[in-house]
C-alpha cells in the first residue's frame, strides 16, 4: 500500500478513536467517585446518558442514569431503580467492577415560546430525532383534571428520571404546575388530551440542530 495512504488510513483511525473516546468513558470500579462525578455533570445539562456496570458478580447491566448521590450512581433499567457502588459496596445493588458512561451529540437548549392547544399535539410538533428530549417551564391546564393523575405524572418525573414537576394549584377549572427538565414523552403520556397553555425552555440532546426555535445555548 502506498505510504501516503497508510498515513490517511492510520490518522482517519486516530480521528475516530478520538471521537469514540468522547463519546464513552471508561471507569475502574474503585474510580466510583470520578465516574460519578462524570456523569452527574453531563446528567445536569441534559444529555442522555446510558450507563453499564460489569459487576463483580461478573453480571452486566445497563440502564439510563437516573441521578448521583455521593458516590452511589443510580440508574433506571428495565423499569427498576438500580443503586450502583464500588466494588466493596455494602448497601448498594450492584458493587461494580467496570463502569462505562456513554452519550452522544450534543445539547441544544431552546426557548419555547406560549403554546396554546392539546399537550399531544403541541408535543408531537416538538418531537424530532434526539437521544432525549426535556421541558423546564410553566404549564397551565384546563378543566378538571384528577390530583392522582398529576401525582402519578409527578412521581414519573421525580423518581423514575432526572426532573421534577411542582404542582402549583389545583382546582375544578384546572390546574398549575412547574417543570423542571421533563422528559417531553411523560407530558403526553398524563396530558395528553388536555388543553393546556404551556412555555420555558426546551433541551434536546440530538447530533444536529433540528428545531425552528430561537437558540439559547449549545452544550458539548
Known amino acids: 500500500m502506498d505510504r501516503r495512504k497508510v498515513f490517511a488510513v492510520i490518522a482517519l483511525m486516530a480521528i475516530f478513536g478520538l471521537a469514540f473516546n468522547y463519546y464513552t468513558q471508561h471507569y475502574q470500579g474503585g474510580e466510583i467517585y470520578e465516574a460519578a462525578n462524570h456523569a452527574f455533570g453531563l446528567l445536569t445539562r441534559g444529555f442522555n446518558v446510558t450507563i453499564t456496570v460489569e459487576t463483580v458478580d461478573g453480571e452486566t447491566v445497563r440502564g439510563t442514569l437516573l441521578s448521583v448521590q455521593g458516590s452511589t450512581i443510580k440508574i433506571v433499567s428495565n423499569g427498576k431503580v438500580l443503586s450502583i457502588g464500588g466494588p466493596s459496596a455494602t448497601k448498594e445493588d450492584l458493587r461494580a467492577k467496570l463502569i462505562k458512561i456513554d452519550y452522544h451529540g450534543k445539547v441544544y ?3 419555547l415560546p406560549p403554546r396554546l392547544g392539546t399537550m399531544g399535539e403541541i408535543i408531537d410538533n416538538i418531537t424530532v430525532d434526539a437521544y432525549s428530549e426535556r421541558f423546564s417551564g410553566i404549564i ?3 378543566g378538571d383534571i384528577s390530583p392522582i393523575k398529576l401525582g402519578m405524572l409527578k412521581y ?9 414537576v411542582t404542582i402549583n394549584q389545583v382546582s375544578s377549572n384546572g390546574a398549575v404546575i412547574s417543570t423542571n427538565m421533563v422528559p417531553v414523552e411523560f407530558l403526553k403520556e398524563y396530558l395528553g388530551d388536555y388543553r393546556v397553555y404551556m412555555y420555558g425552555i426546551l433541551y434536546v440532546n440530538s447530533e444536529e440542530r433540528n428545531l425552528p426555535l430561537k437558540l439559547v445555548e449549545v452544550r458539548a
Open 109 to 111: 437548549v431552546y426557548e
Open 140 to 142: 397551565y391546564i384546563e
Open 156 to 164: 414519573r418525573a421525580d423518581y423514575l428520571s432526572y426532573g421534577s
